[in-house]
């Protein structure tokens, strides 16, 4: 399922800058995750501060409407009982609201890396599961001329984080960069 979903984001980017009326840009980004957990048996988690960094591509298309594709790597912990690591994947359609904003929605796919797991928490780790489905929807504001960008963006959990666990995760980035 994963280099199925891979072969098609890398073979929609492709056609995306084959068809692009613009210049792309090309460029970076990091910052802030604030993620919670909801769904049964997580009531009591709070809000936690995990990071997240990557790589963007933009390709603008006609009529103040571009897609913006990338790929980070992002932590989403969950207090006193793990740090998740996933590969995140937003493709996102931009609507270009004055110069220099932009809207952005779309989806978010979550291939999970890694599980950084308490001790306590033993079994945990073995319901997680490998791929994710999140909807994002935010905002970026790049400055003009030296192409740096600020991002606030809230992510959706459409799908489960466990198993057998009614548990979605939902987080708040906020992201600064430079495209080229």
Do not use: W
């Amino acid at each position: 399922m994963k280099k199925i979903v891979l072969t098609l984001i890398i073979s929609a980017c492709g056609f995306m800058l084959a068809t692009a009326q613009g210049k792309p840009s090309f460029g970076f980004k990091a910052g802030l995750n604030f993620t919670d957990f909801n769904g049964d048996g997580s009531d009591s988690v709070d809000t936690s501060t995990g990071f997240h960094a990557g790589i963007v591509l933009h390709m603008p298309l006609p009529k103040k409407i571009g897609i913006q594709v990338e790929a980070m790597y992002s932590v989403e912990k969950i207090d006193d009982v793990a740090d998740l690591g996933y590969i995140n994947v937003p493709v996102l359609l931009t609507y270009k609201i004055i110069p220099g904003l932009r809207l952005q929605v779309g989806p978010q796919f979550k291939i999970r890396t890694n599980a950084d797991v308490e001790d306590s928490q033993s079994g945990f780790e073995d319901d997680l599961k490998d791929f994710n489905f999140d909807g994002a929807v935010g905002f970026e504001y790049k400055f003009p001329v030296i192409g740096v960008f600020a991002q606030a963006r809230y992510n959706y959990g459409f799908t489960d984080i466990q198993e057998d666990a009614d548990v979605k995760s939902n987080n708040f980035q906020l992201s600064v960069g430079y495209r080229f």
